[in-house]
Structures are given as structure tokens and as C-alpha cells.
């Protein structure tokens, strides 16, 4: 096994690494939620001289060689691209992650009130384990619409002022009966509801729900929102606070949702330095990765295909044919995140081909589930290609899959883009705690990781 990559850190690189580290970790708390994360995007690009596409196609502006633009698909999914020197039909250099991470959602009829405390009911989003969110502080994020077409912006406890919110457990003398469930049955579902008020509204009866009322009420005097508008509203329930430096040595970070957004936001950074690419390079953050890449903001929809056709457009080409050159002629990194191994937990991993923490990226030939079912499986002659520019680039890498054979399994985006006939790879950071309430990530992968963005942005075959 390779030696920690610590170890090969002089001053310069420890100072780079410890701007980017601060820097993510800042990302992290700005964007909790995809929507969140789109608008930090869009934010972050525009600094760097990225345009709005759709500006381009308004204007009847030509594209070419070193500008930089930007799409946004219902403020939840965003491509950067910056048109290189060569013809886009030779291919594009792209990076792919996703922005959303499992969380719980606020159902559409959510509000009630049962023996004096008031309740959100919900619906959770992607695989967790349901027991490891209760009893610990909840904040709210997301977004309300109303009919007349304005929209409130909902944050509530994130500041230190703000109230939170909790998901109670059972007091363990009275849990013998739910102590002999398996894990999965613990908490239901439908109990995962968070608890947000017990202050009756002064002047109305116990039968009046006046509890309920009280919060109706604060909502109406702060954001304007009556209960008619939770049918339209995208509330996301999330752990509350900041990201954090784990351990005595600062070298790991404590956060939410570090699956994937390690990896979209070390992309966003790599794309953002990335000046005069020989290629198009071009980074692309979607929506819905948790849940099977669907819907209109998921990889399967036709957002990036459609976008790719508007800049070729704008380049001069405007055949289908075009089209289909550029996607089969690109390559890319499906930058998606690695479970990393834990000695805790060693029994479900095959330690050969592990990833571990503050290894270096983790590149994954194959995901999927058992036989590699639902799997993008890498040429050997990409994995070359990959090694060289790693090599290069003085990256510092490792090869693994994702535990034991039959011990689970998972999957990403890159079989979707595969389908382009594209050369496509999983790379990312390994992950301790994935899927959990709060994750582990080492700071140096997450320095390696923007290191080897960088490097494969500027290749040019």
C-alpha cells in the first residue's frame, strides 16, 4: 500500500492546500442544497469572466476560441464551457458531478399539530440510514413560490441566532421493543418528521390547533407565506452547521454532503484556473444523481445534449452530425466520490482495492452492482491515457472499486455519458461516513483532486 501522501508536502503545497481546503469549506456552507450550490456557481464563474449562454443565443453572438459561458437548467444544474482552439467536433474535455446529496423533503401537505407540538412531515431523498437523523440539529433551506410568480428564499439555522430543528428519538428505557428492529426498521419513514414549534397563538382554544396557528402565523409575519403556499414550495431539511476541521492535526474535513459536492466544487475551482485549453473543456454539475440521475435536471434529461447543440451552433457547425462528433469524441472524469476503506468496517471491504483517505483521487474502472450490473467498465487503453496524464501532472492516485463483491454496490453518471460513445472514468475523493449526516473527507486528496481537474482540463491528444 502507498504511503500517506502528507508525506511529500513542502511548504508551497501545504499553503496551496490549506487555501483550497478553507475555500471548499466556505462552498460547503454556502451550498447546501443543489439550488444553492447552482447560484455559488454562477457567482464564482462570472468573477472568472464567465457569460450566460443564453445571452449569446439572444444576441445572435458567434462562440469561439477562449470564450467562456455558462447554462443553467432550473437553477438547479450548470454547464461551464470554454471554447478551446481546436473545432469542438474533436472532442471536449469534460468534468462531471453532481450537486445533490440525500437529505429529507418537505412534503407538499406538511404541517400538523398532535398534543400540543407542531410538526413538518417528510419525505426522505436518497439512501440514508434513517436512524442517524434524529437528535441532531435540522436546519431548513429551499425555496417558496407563490401564484402571483414571486419566490421567498427560506434559510432557517444556519445562523447562530436562528432556531433549529430535530427528528426526536425514544428515551432508551422505553426502547426495549424498537432495540431488537434491525437497523432499517428503527425509525420508519413516516417518522421522520421534525418538530417545529409547541407555543400555543394566544387567544385561541386547545382544539384549535393553536399551535400550529402560532407557526402559520410567524411564516405569514416574516416571509409573507401562507399555508396555501407550501403546495409550491422545494423545502429541503438538512444537518445544521458549518464544515469542519476533524482531528488534532486539522488534516480532514467534517461536513454535509461531501458526497458529491467534493468533487463538484474541487471541479468548479479546476475549471475556473483553466485559461486557453487546447480542447473545449468544459464542467458540468447536475441534479438528482441520488435518485437515479431523472427528471428535467438529471443526467438522463436532455439539458446537456441540448446546450452542446447551442454552442456548436454558435461555433459555425449546425448539423446533427456535428452533434454526435463532438460527444463521441470527448472524454471525461464522471468525478463522483469513493468509499473509502475503514478499519472499522474492514470486513465489507476487499482492502487491495480500496480506497483510502489521504491516498491521493481515486480512480474507479467500474462501478455497479455484484457482476458490475448498471456499470460504466473502462477501456483499458482510457486507464493508460489516465495514468500518463496523472504522471505528468504529478498527481498523486490510486485504483479502487467500491467494497467487496457481493457485499452492495452503486453507481454514477458515467454510463449515462457513455452512451455518447465517449471514453468515460469515475474519479474522485474517498469518503468516510458516506451518506451520513455529516462525512470525512482528507484535505490532501481534496489538493490532489483539484490538482488532477486541472491536468486533465488542459490535455490535448
Known sequence: ???????????GALDELGKISDRYKMCLDEGKTERECASLIVREAEKAG???????????????PGDKVYSVCMNKSVALFNIGRRPLTEGMNILGAHTDSPRLDIKQNPLYETEGLAYLDTHYYGGIKKYQWVSIPLAIHGVVCRKDGTAVTVCIGEDENDP?????????????????KTASGVIEGESLDILIGNRPLSGLGEKEEAVRANVLSLLKEKYGIEEEDLASAE?????????????FDRSMILAYAQDDRVCAFTSLFAMLQTEEPERTACTLLVDKEE???????????????????????????????????TMANSCMLSSDVSAGYDPLYADVFEKRSSAFISRGVSFNKF??????SGSNDTGA????????????????????????????????????????GMQVIDSGVA?????APFEVTSKADIYEAVKCYRAFLKYAR
Open 431 to 435: 469518503v468516510l461516513s458516506m451518506h
Open 50 to 64: 464567465y457569460r450566460d449562454l443564453s445571452v449569446y443565443i439572444a444576441e445572435g453572438r458567434s462562440l469561439g
Open 1 to 11: 500500500m502507498a504511503e500517506s501522501i502528507w508525506n511529500g508536502y513542502g511548504g
Open 291 to 325: 435518485i437515479g440521475s431523472v427528471g428535467a435536471t438529471g443526467m438522463h434529461s436532455r439539458f446537456f445534449e441540448n446546450t452542446v447543440a447551442e454552442i456548436l451552433a454558435l461555433c459555425g457547425e449546425k448539423d446533427y452530425i456535428a452533434l454526435k462528433r
Open 164 to 180: 433549529v430543528f430535530v427528528i426526536t428519538d425514544l428515551l432508551v428505557h422505553l426502547a426495549g421493543r424498537q432495540m431488537e
Open 235 to 247: 423545502l429541503e431539511v438538512v444537518p445544521a452547521g458549518k464544515a469542519r476541521d476533524l482531528g
Open 367 to 372: 462501478t455497479g452492482v455484484k457482476g458490475k
Open 381 to 420: 487503453e482510457y486507464l493508460a491515457l489516465i495514468r500518463r496524464i496523472m504522471d505528468d501532472a504529478d498527481v498523486r492516485y490510486q485504483f479502487s472499486e467500491l467494497g467487496k463483491v457481493d457485499a452492495g454496490g452503486g453507481g454514477t453518471i458515467a454510463y449515462i455519458m457513455a452512451n455518447y
